[in-house]
């Protein structure tokens, strides 16, 4: 391969497997709570004085809306609150954890990274998303035990048609 495209085809590289991560930790039917931190879209004016925090508050703002939304969607109780807060910290952490591990990968210069590099990467991001499945499902199942029968199925309809097209809904 010509030294000029060496460079490209390793960011090319890290950025699939960024790109891979995120989409394993995007919408999925059982645990939309993950896409806390996939897919974040601005909803205020970026800052020119500090981008990265500008960045950090957007997807931390993010979680926030999608926390608050699955808070309505699901029809928490106020009796429901002390499992719900469980379940949106952990969906905090998750967004956390995952915007650390990002983070820090961004800091590998592409050009440096080889195949295997390119391969812990995608691991490290798929074990993140596994780990952060297990600490939202633990914190779900407290809540979900707690629901009507009513909410449970509300709650099993909120999750089947997560990420689908609302066309495609009811």
Same mark, same amino acid.
């Given at each position: 391969?010509?030294?000029?495209?060496?460079?490209?085809?390793?960011?090319?590289?890290?950025?699939?497997?960024?790109?891979?991560?995120?989409?394993?930790?995007?919408?999925?039917?059982?645990?939309?709570?993950?896409?806390?931190?996939?897919?974040?879209?601005?909803?205020?004016?970026?800052?020119?004085?500090?981008?990265?925090?500008?960045?950090?508050?957007?997807?931390?703002?993010?979680?926030?809306?999608?926390?608050?939304?699955?808070?309505?969607?699901?029809?928490?109780?106020? +009796? #429901?609150? /002390? !499992?719900?807060? %469980?379940?949106?910290? $952990?969906?905090?952490?998750?967004? =956390?954890?995952?915007?650390?591990?990002?983070?820090?990968?961004?800091?590998?210069?592409?050009?440096?990274?080889?195949?295997?590099?390119?391969?812990?990467?995608?691991?490290?991001?798929?074990?993140?998303?596994?780990?952060?499945?297990?600490?939202?499902?633990?914190?779900?199942?407290?809540?979900?035990?707690?629901?009507? +029968? #009513?909410? /449970? !199925?509300?709650? %099993?309809?909120?999750? $089947?048609?997560?990420?689908?097209? =609302?066309?495609?809904?009811?």
């Amino acid at each position: 391969m010509p030294a000029s495209i060496r460079p490209l085809v390793l960011t090319l590289s890290l950025s699939r497997s960024v790109a891979v991560a995120a989409l394993l930790s995007a919408p999925l039917a059982a645990a939309p709570f993950l896409a806390a931190h996939a897919q974040t879209a601005p909803t205020t004016q970026p800052s020119t004085a500090n981008p990265a925090a500008t960045a950090a508050d957007e997807r931390a703002e993010t979680v926030e809306q999608r926390i608050t939304k699955l808070h309505q969607e699901l029809k928490v109780t106020p +009796d #429901q609150e /002390k !499992k719900w807060n %469980d379940v949106a910290q $952990a969906m905090r952490d998750n967004a =956390a954890n995952m915007q650390k591990l990002v983070a820090e990968k961004k800091k590998q210069a592409p050009q440096e990274m080889t195949a295997i590099d390119d391969l812990e990467t995608y691991q490290k991001f798929a074990q993140q998303h596994v780990d952060g499945l297990k600490n939202l499902t633990s914190s779900f199942k407290s809540l979900y035990g707690s629901m009507s +029968d #009513q909410q /449970k !199925k509300n709650a %099993d309809q909120v999750f $089947a048609n997560f990420g689908r097209p =609302a066309a495609n809904k009811g």
